[in-house]
């Protein structure tokens, strides 16, 4: 284990909150605290690997994202303990640079938007040991054009495979997500039970509407207007939505309902 990557799971074990911080700035994803109760971490931080986490032992479980494609935690239960072939901390597999992971509040399921290559950006349910995909299948194609050529693109040209699952949503031209929260509160009465996506390079907040079934039947573009990177969207106590841009003069807005409007 490298000392940078010692220094960075000691800030973990000891400043969780500076973490959320830190780790924005290595391009990480969130902190998710699971309902049993072990926190959970998605990254897509090429330099922290699987094989340096080995005889390392952790007081609680994490999850690491560390090529973009597998979501790791350290708990027991794991459906791949024991299986010959699977590292013992794998959750669930193909899942291609998530950089947001929440659990939803009603269920606590745990769910994720990830960036595709080209088009193919999706939002999934993440199930233990399911495999969504990637780099097998994807609604996206390779950064150059092609259907799958180029080292970017999906191994198969059809975007779907026995045994492996179909994303919840997905987008076509992407999104470009980056946090996520479902809203829950009582400030914006037609927006509540919708999951608001910040978009980085679309720039804009975007919402999803869903039917009394939960799914999904309507998609908007908000805040296009600012023409800023929205890194991450959250529900505030208040029931407020708040947002981080990302730029040099990156800033924390507010967005609150308008008076009688
Ligand atoms: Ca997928």
Redesign the pocket.
Known sequence: VNARLQRFLFALVTLPLLLVAAARTQQTGPVVPLPDPLPILGTNEQRVRISALKGFSFPWALAFLPDGDILVTERPDNPYVGKPGYQPQIYAL???NALGLILHPRTSELMDA?HGPLNGD?V?FIEAGHN???PV??YGRAYGGNLTQGGSGPERAEPCAPGM?Q?FLFWAPNIMPGGMTYYTGDRFPAWKDNLFISGLGSTQLHRVVFNGRGLPTRRESLLTELKQRIRDVRQGPDGLLYMVTDSADGALLRLEPVAGG
């Open positions: 193909g899942i291609r990830e999706e999934n969504y995909g990637w299948i994807s699952d994303p």
